[in-house]
């Protein structure tokens, strides 16, 4: 019954590792849609979100079983109310990429993002799947070093987010209030699926340590940098 019980609480990590590696593709996938103005490959990431969807579900009907016959204690519950608590940062990450490729669609068969912002969005997708993919391998390794290590990486996604304010507020805009209003939406799905792939490091370091990663002091230095030609895009 023990092996069992183990067996379980390594399949709910399991599943949370597929979550978070469906919502990473998805944002590579509904980057490429929108920078290219791909109908097709942005209706594959609409129509895939269901599986993300399915995913938390199940998860969530398996922890509450977990907690209703086994009724864990200490590390096991914590293993498990953060499971729930993770899954919900990977259905809300599914969500926004999600939102990117509806944009493509609603502005099909138009661009929706001007030629000279496309550097910034690209290294914005780009720096989400990487983001995500380290989330991942935290939940897979369970290294609290490279978890604390995400917060200082989101750094570079916030400078990429004030990039794009810096383009709409240039008197030199000429794009119009809709396709203003279009890039700041898209720069907030980006900002917000980074900080998700951040929440979702930060309840490891809880699993782990029991501690909450604000109160941990860890002097280490971002890895992942944005490209230095984004900012003058």
Do not use: C, N
């Not at 138009?110 to 780009?126: C, F, N, S, V």
């Amino acid at each position: 019954m023990r092996d069992a019980y183990h067996e379980e609480l390594d399949s709910i990590s399991d599943s949370l590792v597929e979550m978070a590696r469906l919502v990473g593709s998805a944002i590579g996938r509904a980057t490429a849609a929108i920078l290219d103005t791909d109908l097709k490959l942005a209706e594959s990431v609409i129509e895939a979100d269901q599986k993300v969807d399915d995913l938390q579900h199940d998860l969530e009907a398996r922890a509450i079983a977990l907690l209703a016959r086994q009724q864990p204690v200490a590390t096991d519950l914590r293993i498990v109310v953060t499971s729930l608590r993770m899954s919900a940062d990977l259905e809300r990450s599914g969500d926004l990429a999600q939102h990117v490729a509806k944009l493509t669609r609603l502005r099909y068969p138009e661009r929706a993002i001007p030629q000279d912002l496309h550097a910034t969005i690209l290294e914005m997708g780009q720096l989400a799947q990487r983001l995500m993919a380290k989330a991942a391998e935290v939940i897979v390794t369970k290294d609290v070093d490279l978890a604390l290590q995400l917060e200082q990486d989101d750094d570079a996604m916030d400078l990429l987010h004030r990039t794009l304010f810096q383009h709409l507020m240039d008197e030199r805009w000429k794009h119009g209030i809709e396709t203003a209003v279009d890039v700041t939406l898209l720069g907030r799905y980006y900002e917000r699926y980074a900080d998700h792939a951040v929440a979702v490091a930060k309840r490891v370091v809880y699993l782990v340590t029991g501690e909450h990663a604000d109160e941990l002091q860890a002097d280490i230095q971002p890895e992942i940098q944005p490209v230095t030609g984004a900012e003058g895009a």
